[in-house]
């Protein structure tokens, strides 16, 4: 009997291994989420530590090649806070200088090595293009990898060695072109914008509207909306809208290189510009419509290329001289108030010279106008074609059968030359239609009109004006005989 009470004894204090194995797991377990919790503790404390802020600071400092600055930073909860981030950048950077003003940024933890930051906010933003930069300290290496954190071997592997940055919104964006004397020859500023960056492949997704759009010697310009890319010292714009005068509009694409002074390659499509925005003085009263067109811009500010085409709907023109005699003599006041059923030109600009040609101005049933012209500062030359529908100069003697001689295309044509400046310009034209109207009718006059349109003829000199000279005398000439045409 006492055999069995101690073989049962010993049965009773077997270990289960099911237990075991259950109770070694939960062990392991604990252990696990502790180690987890306090390396996760670890690396809180790392990325809220200065060690941390260091790191950023390298890591921009490479990606950027910039000497970077940024200020204390402050965590609450999930978001890191920084007054501001400075980089200047180096020789081979692409920009001399970079600020943002009060960042904000949503961290997402570390996932795979990289430091997630889904999103970050900034206040102002400024980004300077100019020749003057600060010059590398001897002996960093641009190319030179940053250095891992200097902690334990166990917590390391918790540790990013990359950061991952999202949408980077901008309540105010300014970029500024400025050359070595100071000048700004660009300036883009107040612009609300959303920024993709890629660390990797150094291009930048930028996406922006409002703001301004400031160069010299041309209208302030109104950003509507902004799609481009920038890599290093060049933007690559896929698209943007601009205002600009009072009702205008610019659709346009194209590239910017703010390398040096700066170079541009831009094509434009401009719509709803008004013609008297565009010129100054009594011009403003002679000429009417809205422009649209391509234009194209190349070059540097300061040495723009503007090439293109303008085509301008409901146009009109008033109170041009030489419109002004035909309307009188021809007893059609449709010629003082031209609306024109087409009118456009292609036109080169090069600093003070202006090239207009392939002029073409018609109103339908009246009259055409062809040719070329260059304004040169306040000067204008130009050589035109001028046709009219056959019968509107009837009232004129002697137009259709001495001056428009040629017939095409439903019009009778004759050459006519521009001189003289923008605000008076001159033209030959009407003193041909008058010498050869009164050539015409000197022909048939009666005797006494005839004896007093001698007196006129003759010169204070006693020699007599030959018909040709009628093209100075002839306007008081025709005035004598108008009761003729009657």
């Not at 055999?3 to 009773?12: E, G, I, L």
């Not at 250095?147 to 060695?161: D, E, I, Q, S, T």
């Not at 920038?230 to 610019?250: A, M, P, T």
């Not at 070329?372 to 001028?386: H, L």
Request: aromatic fraction near 8%.
């Amino acid at each position: 009997m006492p055999r069995k009470r101690a073989s049962r004894k010993k049965k009773k204090s077997a270990i289960n291994p099911l237990v075991a194995v259950l109770v070694t797991g939960v062990v392991l377990l604990v252990l696990f989420v502790s180690a987890l919790l306090f390396a996760k503790s670890a690396v809180r404390g790392w990325l809220k530590g200065d060690e941390f802020r260091d790191w950023l600071v390298r890591k921009a400092s490479v990606a950027l090649r910039a000497n970077v600055e940024l200020a204390g930073t402050d965590w609450q909860g999930a978001e890191i806070y920084s007054d501001s981030f400075i980089a200047e950048g180096y020789e081979d950077a692409g920009f001399s200088k970079l600020s943002l003003d009060g960042i904000r940024a949503r961290t997402g933890g570390v996932e795979q090595g990289a430091f997630k930051i889904p999103e970050v906010t900034v206040n102002r933003f400024q980004m300077e293009f100019s020749p003057d930069r600060k010059r590398r300290p001897p002996g960093e290496d641009r190319e030179a990898p940053v250095a891992k954190p200097k902690v334990p071997g166990w917590l390391a592997k918790y540790l990013p060695n990359r950061a991952e940055v999202g949408d980077v919104i901008l309540s105010s964006a300014r970029v500024d072109v400025k050359r070595a004397d100071g000048s700004t020859p660009f300036l883009m500023q107040g612009v609300k914008a959303t920024v993709e960056p890629d660390f990797h492949t150094n291009v930048w997704e930028i996406r922006g509207q409002s703001g301004n759009i400031r160069i010299p010697d041309q209208p302030e310009i109104d950003l509507k909306g902004l799609a481009m890319r920038w890599r290093q010292s060049e933007l690559f714009i896929d698209q943007c809208g601009l205002g600009i005068y009072e009702n205008g509009h610019v659709d346009g694409s194209g590239e910017i290189d703010f390398s040096g002074e700066g170079n541009f390659n831009l094509e434009l499509e401009i719509s709803s510009i008004d013609v008297d925005e565009l010129v100054e003085g009594e011009w403003k009263e002679r000429l009417g419509g809205t422009i649209s067109g391509p234009i194209t811009i190349t070059g540097r500010p300061g040495a723009f290329v503007y090439e293109g085409t303008m085509n301008v709907a409901e146009a009109k023109i008033e109170a041009i001289p030489v419109l002004t005699v035909v309307a009188e003599y021809t007893r059609n006041d449709q010629f003082k108030h031209l609306v024109l059923s087409e009118a456009k030109t292609d036109f080169t600009k090069v600093g003070g010279k202006t090239n207009l040609e392939n002029i073409v101005l018609q109103s339908d049933g009246l009259v055409r106008v062809e040719g070329d012209m260059v304004i040169q500062g306040e000067m204008v030359v130009g050589q035109f074609q001028v046709g009219v529908a056959p019968g509107t100069l009837r009232w004129i003697p002697g137009a259709e059968r001495q001056i428009f001689t040629e017939q095409r295309e439903g019009f009778l044509w004759t050459p006519m030359s521009l001189s003289g400046t923008v605000s008076e310009p001159k033209e030959d034209l009407s003193a041909r239609l008058i010498a050869a109207a009164g050539e015409e009718i000197l022909k048939g006059l009666p005797a006494g009109v005839l004896k007093e349109a001698q007196k006129l003829l003759n010169s204070g000199d006693g020699q007599k004006t030959t018909p040709g000279g009628l093209i100075e005398q002839g306007k008081p000439l025709l005035d004598l005989i108008t009761p003729f045409l009657k």
